[in-house]
């Protein structure tokens, strides 16, 4: 049953997003690398590649695509003269703000059937049990490179 739920919702997320993000370069896996981009702490090049699962050579081609499209720069890191933080242009987070509020009615929509209390109780306890069942795991890994699944890149 757990199975046949999360495979359905996962499912239907996908797929809404993918034809949400299908503007950036890389769909969904582009609305990741740019979310993960612009929250938080610009991330180094390498960083970026290793938490969400993509190749470093393969990621270089996507940053590239990104930078083509302003929505992502390269800048040195002021720690590191060899590393690369990866840093969102206004243009970027401006792209990012629409595409997360799409996303959000999208969720809210695919949950429809729940009521709002429902809802926060059922998001708080998966990611209770998503937390537990890998502890320390990075979240974007987890999901693009599953236990028993060779890893992408």
């Known amino acids: ?17 993918e034809e949400i993000a299908r503007d950036l370069p890389q769909g969904v ?9 612009t929250h938080g702490t610009p991330p180094t090049q390498a960083a970026l590649a290793a938490r969400l699962g993509i190749d470093r050579t393969v990621m270089t081609y996507l940053l590239d695509a990104f930078e083509g499209c302003d929505l992502l ?3 040195p890191d002021p720690n590191d ?3 690369r933080r990866v840093v969102p242009t206004d243009h970027g ?3 990012l703000a629409d595409l997360d509020a ?3 009615r999208t969720e809210d929509d ?7 209390e429902e809802k926060a109780l059922l998001l708080a306890l998966m990611e209770r ?17 599953p236990p028993g699944r060779p890893p992408r890149g």
């Not at 757990?2 to 239907?12: A, F, P, S």
């Not at 537990?132 to 490179?145: F, I, K, N, W, Y």
């Open 1 to 17: 049953m757990l199975g046949w739920t999360l495979t359905v919702l996962l499912r239907e997320w996908r797929a809404r997003v």
């Open 29 to 37: 896996r582009g609305y990741q690398v740019l979310s993960a981009a």
């Open 73 to 75: 720069r390269r800048e």
């Open 81 to 83: 003269r060899r590393a």
């Open 93 to 95: 987070r401006g792209v």
């Open 102 to 104: 799409q996303v959000a």
């Open 110 to 116: 695919l949950l429809r059937g729940l009521a709002p």
């Open 129 to 145: 049990a998503a937390s537990t069942a890998s502890p320390g795991a990075d979240r974007c890994t987890e999901v693009l490179d």
